[in-house]
Each structure stands twice: as structure tokens, then as C-alpha cells.
């Protein structure tokens, strides 16, 4: 289901499930994948990148970087870099703060609320986008989330 558009839906009713989607999505990842987050405040993404950062076999947890804006971690099958880009005004505060040097295709790029940057999803190379969506319609755990993969641009290229 959802196979044809390339998105794929999954439910979590916990915390913890989301914490095993984002373990999941991490099997699949590669030194310079891109991981776009997406979601309202509270939706999930921090947990998100805490299973990703798992699945790589990081010794130690994903904090959220609201604050600090990136956490980079360097001890897991391929280092992460963890950015959350809600507190930057444009785009170009994130290239003042080094943005390029972790596009160099050695660490996988987490980026929390990049759909405030949709020029992100304009990147090169393998883009993912996971948007989380949360459902209190239904219960205040509840929380969907689709996942995008990479369109396969990169290998219609020789
Ligand atoms: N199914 C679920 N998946 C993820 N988090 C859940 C779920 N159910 C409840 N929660 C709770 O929702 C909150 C999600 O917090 P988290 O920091 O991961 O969100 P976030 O999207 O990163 O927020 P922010 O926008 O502040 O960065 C946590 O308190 C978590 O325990
Ligand atoms: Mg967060």
C-alpha cells in the first residue's frame, strides 16, 4: 500500500515503537544519506533520530539539538549528525554554521523541522523524508508516520 507513490505508512502507539521505526529506517542508511524530519512540536522526530542513532550502534543517546542546533555522534557504524533547524531564521544561518562540511558523504545528516527549508529536499544524493504526524484524534500516543525514499534519481546517473 502507499508502494506506488514511493511513500510508506506506519502507525506507533508508543514512544518506543517510534524509537523502532527509526532503528529500522537505520538498516537501510548510508554514509551520506539525508534523513529530512518532519512534524508538528512533540510529534516524535528527536525519538525518531534516538532509533536511528540505535540502529548505527551509537555507545550513546540522541538528545534533541534545539538549542545547540547539531549533536554529532561518532560512535556507531557511520558517525550522525543530528541537526534541528527550528530555531533558524533561513537557510543561509545554516551554511554559516558549517552545513557543507557535513555533506561531504562520510556521515548520515538528521535534519529536524527541514520542511521549514524546502530547498533542503532539493539536495543531492540520497534524500529520505519522515514526516510524523501525531493523532490525538484517536489517542494522544497515536503517531503516523510516512516515509519517502529516495527517488532513484542517483542511478539513472551511469
Ligand atoms: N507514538 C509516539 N511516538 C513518539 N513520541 C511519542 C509517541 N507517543 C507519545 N510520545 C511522546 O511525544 C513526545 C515526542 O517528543 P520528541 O522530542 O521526540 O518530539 P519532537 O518532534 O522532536 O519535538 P520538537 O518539535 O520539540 O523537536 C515525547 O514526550 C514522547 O514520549
Ligand atoms: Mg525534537
Known amino acids: 500500500m502507499g508502494t506506488r507513490s514511493g511513500i510508506r505508512k506506519k502507525t506507533t502507539k508508543s514512544a518506543a515503537q517510534t524509537v523502532r521505526e527509526g532503528m529500522k529506517l537505520a538498516g537501510e542508511l548510508q554514509p551520506g544519506d539525508i534523513v529530512l524530519l518532519s512534524g508538528d512540536l512533540g510529534a516524535g522526530k528527536t525519538h525518531f533520530t534516538k532509533g536511528i542513532l540505535k540502529g548505527l550502534g551509537a555507545a550513546e543517546d540522541a538528545v534533541s539539538p534545539s538549542f545547540t542546533i547539531v549533536n554529532e555522534h561518532r560512535t556507531g557504524r ?5 541537526m534541528d533547524v527550528y530555531r533558524l531564521g533561513d537557510i543561509d544561518e545554516l551554511y554559516e554554521l558549517g552545513f557543507e562540511e557535513y555533506l561531504t558523504g562520510e556521515a548520515v545528516v538528521v535534519i529536524e523541522w527541514a520542511d521549514k527549508f524546502p530547498e533542503l529536499a532539493e539536495l543531492p ?7 510524523i504526524r501525531r493523532r490525538d484524534d484517536i489517542d494522544p500516543d497515536r503517531r503516523e508516520i510516512r516515509t519517502r525514499r529516495p527517488d532513484g534519481r542517483e542511478d539513472n546517473k551511469c
Do not use: A, C, M
Open 78 to 82: 557511520v558517525p550522525l549528525i543530528h
Open 125 to 131: 544524493g540520497r534524500v529520505f523524508s519522515v514526516d
